[in-house]
């Protein structure tokens, strides 16, 4: 796959690394990149020739080791991995970017700090301020100087969150249209979805 290299004022990001990854998904090349500026290794997987190519569907993922990993149904975080990862495994090509960015960027401390707060009848707002957070630290400035070393175009985002659209936006990425993920609540996350429309402005 053809990565280029980094020409931009922004975060300090190269590329290191590339394989062949078949998965449940459909087969993928899997890419790593490292960040200069807070030390963290990104992962991609990625299908097709994304070099030049515009509207290719992308998925910006934050990490969720309780989700992504654990099964966890308070949150609806590996239903989306999964979905869009089906999605960009049937389709020509595309990418799913992993961002470690645990539990909104606060980490996986204070997410599970958070979690006892909702325990007691706070949302994942309210908790997140609880704790002295805003409800979301999350940046979208390496995510973006990855698309840019992987030479896409303009994106098709795979996203309910209206803040990622935004936050690409700002960093100069085109996102030439958004595919929402959709995808059944459970009872233990219905509250938690439930705030993130309303409070966060998902479209779900």
């Known amino acids: 796959m053809h990565v280029g290299e980094s020409h931009s004022p ?9 394989a062949r990854l ?13 960040c200069a500026e807070d030390g963290l290794d990104y992962g991609v997987m990625a299908r097709g020739e994304l070099f030049g190519a515009e509207n290719v569907p992308v998925r910006l ?17 590996r239903d989306q991995l999964e979905a869009a990862l089906t999605y960009v495994g049937n389709s020509e090509k595309g990418a799913v970017l992993y961002l470690p960015q645990e539990g909104r960027g606060i980490g996986l401390a204070n997410k599970i700090r958070a979690y006892a707060l909702q325990d007691r009848g706070l949302d994942t707002v309210e908790a997140n301020i609880a ?17 840019r070393l992987l030479g896409i175009r303009s994106v098709a985002l795979l996203t309910n969150n209206p803040a990622k659209v935004a936050g690409l936006a700002r960093a100069g990425i085109a996102v030439a249209s958004h595919i929402p993920l959709q995808t059944p609540p459970n009872a233990h996350n219905a509250f938690y979805l439930a705030t993130k429309r309303d409070k966060s402005g998902h479209r779900l």
């Open 61 to 77: 993922h934050s990490e969720c080791f309780t989700g992504d990993v654990m099964g966890s149904l308070k949150c609806d975080c």
């Open 22 to 34: 078949p998965s449940r998904y459909g087969d993928f090349r899997v890419l790593a990149f490292e």
């Open 131 to 147: 704790l002295g957070f805003p409800d979301d630290l999350r940046r979208y400035d390496t995510a973006a100087e990855i698309i």
């Open 10 to 18: 922004g975060p300090n990001v190269r590329f290191v690394a590339e």
